[in-house]
């Protein structure tokens, strides 16, 4: 049998060299041998970390049921958002309709709910397309519901303003009677004044009244007049903006000063019978515009003040 080759071996420390000699036959063995055992390796690597049969290694496949189980949380969570904001959209336009505003253009309501079918993401699941599907599914839903959340809540801005500003409206317009008594004369515009004796127009409405009994704001608004006015006794005129004015007339006695803010119902003034007045009573006037109009159309049925 002829050698095939030697090998030498030179250790680091002070011992002789030694060598093996091998035969061609021994060289091809020891060669399938190391080749056999890298394969082996390369099999136990790809099983561990490359994909399996079905797509994923154990480990991956293991992940993802722990992904599905969880995915699965989170569709229910969506799908109960998505309803209420279903209901939160009812009820918006339910405040719209009541705030006499107009429902929301169909075309911003396409914002809300168009987009992409699926959303992209940067890190897809290795190994389980249905489950990345899944996720694109959700994610997209996601930003879908955001975008009306969005569109929902700048609807309900609109809304709160609406009616924050009815309601200072509403606030500022003469609804409920100057004081407690009894109607003694209505707006006209030919009335014999009971001084007078002349015909001449009555720009309001008296209400006969105790003396001493409380005058109230019929609304709430700015005092930019009180004092003496000639005719009208003690008089406090009340700006409530809008274009409407209100003027109480004949006072005993002012309780308000000119520039001082007042609510509806705050006692402005006490019932009496000062300048051309032959009784204790009220001249209740509401202006629109600089023009009188009848008080009567601005007080609620039985709206009167204690």
Do not use: C
Not at 118 to 131: C, T, W
Not at 264 to 280: E, K
Request: glycine fraction near 10%; hydrophobic fraction near 40%; aromatic fraction near 6%.
């Amino acid at each position: 049998m002829s050698r095939f080759g030697t090998f030498m071996f030179i250790p680091h420390e002070k011992h002789g060299v030694r060598s093996l000699q091998l035969t061609r036959r021994a060289a091809v063995g020891l060669g399938i041998a190391l080749l056999a055992l890298v394969g082996l390796v390369a099999a136990l690597g790809y099983r561990a970390f490359a994909p399996s049969g079905d797509g994923a290694s154990p480990e991956m496949v293991r992940e993802n049921v722990r992904l599905k189980a969880e995915l699965e949380r989170v569709e229910g969570r969506v799908a109960t958002l998505g309803q209420q904001l279903e209901n939160l959209l009812r009820r918006e336009e339910e405040l719209r309709l009541a705030a006499d505003l107009p429902p929301v253009p169909l075309a911003v309501q396409a914002v809300g709910v168009g987009g992409p079918g699926h959303a992209s993401f940067d890190n897809p699941i290795l190994g389980d397309g249905a489950l990345n599907e899944r996720v694109g599914s959700v994610s997209s839903t996601l930003d879908m519901l955001l975008r009306r959340s969005k569109l929902v809540a700048s609807s309900m801005e609109g809304v709160k303003s609406s009616i924050a500003s009815q309601k200072k409206k509403f606030e500022a317009t003469p609804s409920i009677w100057p004081a407690s008594g009894f109607l003694s004369s209505t707006f006209s515009l030919n009335r014999r004044h009971p001084i007078f004796h002349d015909v001449r127009p009555h720009y309001g409405i008296d209400i006969s009244a105790r003396r001493g009994s409380p005058i109230v704001s019929t609304a709430a608004g700015k005092v930019v007049k009180a004092g003496w006015e000639h005719g009208h006794g003690n008089f406090v005129e009340i700006d409530h903006g809008h274009g409407v004015r209100t003027t109480y007339s004949h006072a005993s006695r002012i309780l308000v000063k000119r520039g001082e803010r007042v609510r509806r119902g705050d006692t402005i003034a006490l019932v009496g019978s000062t300048g051309y007045s032959v009784a204790p009573h009220v001249h209740y006037e509401v202006h629109e515009d600089g023009k009188p109009v009848d008080p009567l159309k601005y007080v609620f049925p039985d709206a009167i003040a204690d």
